[in-house]
């Protein structure tokens, strides 16, 4: 069974950076590769939100339109991994943040903006 674990996350004030990193293991995390993985997040007393998708090889990307220009998604298939770059974050970035693909994923890690 494949799994997703997240880390990287923790309390950081307004205009810092994180780098959050979504590691995929067990059998067949392979196949990750083959798939668009995806950023989500959610705000404390709020809806999970789509943050960015990434496609299979890393060519295309999509932001939600509140941290377009901020924040980079990016994977490295032969580390089965996927990142979350975080620049200029702002306290509304506040959130747990989880990685997803298909219906795969981590239980999230948790990045506090303060202000």
């Known amino acids: 069974q494949v799994q997703l674990v997240e880390s990287g996350g923790g309390l950081v004030q307004s205009g810092e950076s994180l780098k959050l990193s979504c590691v995929g293991s067990g059998s067949p995390s392979h196949l990750l590769s083959r798939v668009s993985m995806n950023w989500y997040r959610q705000p404390p007393g709020k809806e999970r939100e789509l943050v960015a998708t990434i496609n299979n090889d890393g060519t295309k990307t999509t932001y939600s339109d509140s941290v377009k220009g901020r924040f980079t998604i990016s994977r490295d298939n032969a580390k089965r991994t996927l990142y979350l770059q975080m620049n200029g974050l702002r306290v509304e970035d506040t959130a747990v943040y989880s990685c997803?693909?298909?219906?795969?994923w981590g239980r999230g890690t948790q990045v506090i903006v303060s202000s």
């Open positions: 997803n693909a298909l219906n795969l």
